[in-house]
């Protein structure tokens, strides 16, 4: 024998006594020659001792390693369970047991068994490498089994650190937590069947159709009982209509009129819901509207979030005429605005079996009666409603108009604009290469008139 191959046996011998994982020399005799401190738990669990025979057990895996030259296998010690790999070496005419603790390994292997929700589990190159019966669905419907690469979809959510995902598989869809295991280098994907929660969203978003998004919100945070309630409460009323609109649809076709009352009524329905107004309900053409419930931010700003939501509807049918317009609509699109501020009964009137969400009251006659004596594209406001935006909304007096109810004429006031914030002298002048703008606030009349030149002009250089 050379010094070399002395000094290669010599190291053999030592380098386990630094291994921090199980080392275990036995003779090709079944001789335990030598074992390093992190396997003394082992032997003394299977009986072992220096210098002495193996036990016929693990002699079994001693005689296929000599036979193979490597084998693996799995010991159990107590409660904790090894892999262990022989491998017989010549020059040493013994086997080498080196053994991993695969504990924790074995309990994830096997927990998910039991899990009623699915478990699946991913290596780190996308192929399928368990999943408990639960699981069964999803890998019949994805046409997988063992080994095999899971979907593109499913490997880039995961690859891209999608630690929560859902997924409609079938006719059923599936909550994901996926979680990687950085010690064995894998993911585990923790499924919820959640069909019938999103078959519950789905009948919620039907039914919210039916709601103001204020009342739906209050029905189902709890804050409004579904019951026969109703309270007195300070609101401000409005009310809409389109002007010869009766003449208008005995023009028109079916769907030729549905278009366009659902172009019209989304328009101003979005901007209702922008300025926090309740949409009561639509009857036909007419709107009905009303603020201070279920939310409020007092009588005065509920005033003026009604009577600036008017404004804005009035600057919004432009856009909506040039849409009739379009298809064919020779008819002017004119709507008639009422808003009156007065104590007003809301809440839950109806049956036991149906409830409507509405106001009732003199409030609600008055403004109704208010739009009714609109003219065209005009915004007629009570009394009651000029004293609380006289501040931020410049109104001109109309004239009284006699109300059924009433014993005096009320007073009404026409809504022209609302009162800049900063003072009305300054100029604003503004200019890049190609175009300039000059505008002096204290010649201006009619702001709409000054909205409609510009948006014309952006038009035209669209165009």
């Not at 880039?156 to 064995?184: A, Q, T």
């Not at 009303?290 to 009604?306: H, L």
């Not at 003219?375 to 059924?404: A, G, R």
Request: glycine share 4%; net charge positive.
């Amino acid at each position: 024998m050379s010094i070399n191959d002395k000094n290669l046996i010599s190291l053999l011998k030592k380098f386990p006594d630094q291994n921090p994982n199980p080392v275990i020399r036995i003779s090709k005799n079944g001789i335990l020659e030598y074992f390093n401190n992190p396997s003394k738990d082992i032997i003394k669990y299977y009986g072992l001792s220096l210098n002495n025979k193996i036990n016929d057990h693990i002699l079994h895996h001693l005689n296929q390693a000599i036979l193979s030259t490597e084998h693996t296998f799995e010991l159990k010690v107590n409660s904790a369970s090894f892999q262990f790999k022989a491998i017989y070496i010549k020059e040493l005419k013994s086997v080498n047991i080196y053994g991993t603790d695969i504990t924790a390994k074995k309990v994830i292997d096997k927990f998910p068994d039991s899990n009623p929700n699915p478990v699946i589990r991913i290596d780190s190159n996308g192929i399928l490498r368990y999943f408990n019966s639960a699981s069964t669905y999803i890998i019949e419907k994805l046409k997988l089994k063992l080994d095999a690469i899971m979907p593109t979809h499913i490997v880039e959510k995961i690859s891209n650190d999608k630690s929560k995902f859902e997924l409609p598989i079938g006719i059923r869809v599936y909550l994901f937590h996926v979680i990687k295991v950085h010690e064995f280098n894998f993911f585990i994907m923790y499924g919820t069947d959640i069909t019938d929660t999103k078959d519950k969203e789905k009948i919620l978003q039907k039914l919210s159709k039916y709601f103001s998004p204020q009342v739906y919100n209050s029905i189902f945070s709890g804050a409004l009982d579904v019951t026969i309630n109703t309270s007195r409460k300070d609101l401000t009323v409005f009310f809409s209509d389109i002007k010869s609109f009766t003449t208008i649809t005995e023009k028109l076709e079916p769907e030729v009129l549905t278009n366009l009352i659902t172009n019209y009524l989304t328009a101003m329905t979005e901007i209702a819901i922008e300025y926090g107004g309740t949409v009561d309900k639509y009857i036909g053409d007419a709107i009905m509207i009303f603020f201070g419930d279920p939310n409020s931010n007092g009588k005065k700003n509920d005033a003026v979030a009604c009577v600036s939501m008017a404004l804005k509807m009035r600057r919004s049918l432009k856009s909506l005429r040039k849409s009739w317009e379009s298809m064919g609509l020779t008819e002017s699109l004119d709507v008639r605005m009422g808003i009156h501020t007065d104590f007003c009964t809301v809440g839950n009137f109806g049956s036991i079996d149906r409830l409507d969400y509405t106001v009732l009251g003199n409030g609600v006659n008055l403004a109704s009666r208010l739009e009714s004596s609109a003219n065209s594209n005009e915004i007629l406001i009570s009394e009651n409603t000029y004293n609380l935006v006289k501040n931020d909304i410049k109104c001109n007096y109309y004239e009284t108009i006699q109300v059924k109810g009433k014993a005096h004429p009320v007073r009404a006031f026409q809504v022209v604009k609302k009162i800049e914030e900063q003072k009305r002298n300054q100029k604003i002048k503004a200019s890049k290469e190609g175009f300039s703008l000059s505008i002096d606030q204290n010649k201006i009349k009619n702001i709409d008139e000054i909205v409609s030149v510009l948006e014309n002009s952006i038009e035209k250089l669209i165009n």
